[in-house]
């Protein structure tokens, strides 16, 4: 068998069977991360963390919301699905095997999806992770265990990657090359390790906040989605489409989600379908020979699926993973400078050095509930439907950070 780290622990390298080949890649690439500090605990707790507001050295998403980053060499995040009125739909936080009543209904309509896995729940429901794969949704890596990415160190955050990929490789037969931060949190330092590791990372134009219904009411997550579809019909995503924030964490969403997709179908005469299928990107996976989705017109055409090898969990286990990019680590230098990345970058310093006020005056009690709320949202990953589930209230709580900070006026 392959070795893992424990399952919902930080990733780490420091256990007993490492792989080999792990160790190896990060000790490969490690002299190049960015010298940017982590922030914050893996909970979310930001007590105490400055980071300049106005700079944002880090492109520091859950600060500034920032997606195209501030080091040349690393690719934009994903937030929209090119075609006009389209829906990107992606369900964060799987797999589990008890939401295969929503996926028969998904069979139902012909309905595909991104799934953004979480690397422990695939271990702890293989089956239920293979199923997204023959269903024709696509795969994405959503982490090892769902912690607030830009608190973990360079290892760890290598770990929470690689082994999250591994995952998937091992039970699915796929080398994923796209994943989501959770809570949206992730800086440069983050994305140049992800990009190390061949994965893009996809953000969102929109968020139900679906994952707060127990404590908001259904009623307002119904809102939440009207509001998107309000702003559909004003003719906000006339030139591009949206990638809208859901999940199959618990059965809260998944019947939110079944409750809205006639009228997301309806209204989004673009098309709702997976974000590769907008972006026509047919061939997500590293295996592409066994693995073809449909291209845009494809998809408006009627056609759900184009070749789908059956997951193959069996002589894989264990293997090697295989990088498109090689172990090319990203080169990278701050923009609009030829420093390069080095520990002494600009970038890296200004980072460090952060002129920005501090946002511990103004965070600690958002940051104590965050904490707490991060904690369910973790049980809630683990054991799906068990009705509290949270990535969203943290989410929520951060905003309001932000906002008390930088005077945003609202989240996405
Ligand atoms: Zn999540």
Redesign the pocket.
């Known amino acids: 068998m392959p070795s893992y780290p424990p399952i919902w622990a930080t990733g780490t390298m420091q256990y007993a069977g490492v792989p080999q080949d792990a160790t190896d890649m990060f000790n490969s690439i490690k002299a190049g991360i960015p010298n940017i500090a982590p922030r914050g605990t893996r909970a979310g707790d930001m007590t105490g963390v400055v980071y300049d507001d106005n700079a944002d050295p880090a492109c520091w998403w859950t600060d500034t919301r920032c997606t195209s980053p501030k080091l040349k060499g690393l690719q934009p995040d994903v937030t929209s699905c090119p075609e006009p009125n389209s829906w990107g739909f992606t369900l964060?936080?799987g797999p589990n095997c008890s939401h295969n009543a929503y996926f028969d209904y998904l069979e139902s309509i012909k309905m595909k999806a991104t799934l953004?896995y979480i690397g422990s729940n695939v271990l702890d429901w293989p089956l239920e992770a293979q199923r997204g794969l023959a269903d024709g949704h696509e795969i994405c890596s959503?982490t090892w265990s769902?912690p607030y990415m830009t608190s973990m160190t360079d290892e760890q955050a290598f770990a929470e990657l690689y082994f999250s990929k591994k995952a998937i490789k091992d039970i699915l037969g796929i080398t994923v090359r796209c994943w989501r931060p959770?809570y949206g949190d992730v800086d440069d330092r983050i994305r140049w390790i992800a990009q190390a590791l061949d994965m893009q990372t996809v953000i969102w134009t929109d968020d139900t906040f679906d994952y707060d219904w127990v404590t908001l009411g259904k009623d307002a997550i119904r809102k939440n989605y009207q509001a998107i579809f309000d702003k559909q019909t004003a003719g906000k995503y006339d030139s591009a489409g949206a990638i809208v924030l859901t999940?199959e964490i618990d059965g809260g969403t998944m019947e939110l989600s079944q409750e809205m997709l006639p009228q997301m179908m309806k209204q989004f005469t673009g098309g709702v379908m997976p974000v590769g299928v907008c972006m026509n990107n047919t061939q997500p996976y590293v295996e592409t020979s066994a693995y073809t989705y449909p291209n845009y017109d494809q998809w408006m055409a009627g056609t759900r699926s184009i070749s789908v090898a059956s997951p193959t969990a069996t002589g894989k286990v264990g293997e090697t993973l295989v990088f498109l990019t090689g172990s090319a680590a990203p080169t990278t230098s701050a923009a609009g400078s030829s420093v390069s990345t080095s520990p002494s970058s600009s970038a890296a310093q200004a980072t460090s050095m952060s002129s920005g006020m501090s946002r511990s005056a103004t965070s600690s009690a958002s940051a104590n509930a965050s904490a707490s709320s991060a904690a369910a949202a973790q049980a809630a990953?683990q054991k799906s439907h068990s009705g509290v589930s949270s990535?969203r209230a943290v989410l929520s709580v951060a905003a309001v950070l932000v906002g008390a900070l930088a005077g945003a006026a609202a989240l996405l």
Request: glycine share 0%; proline share 11%.
């Open positions: 964060d936080d953004f959503h769902h959770p999940h990953a990535d």
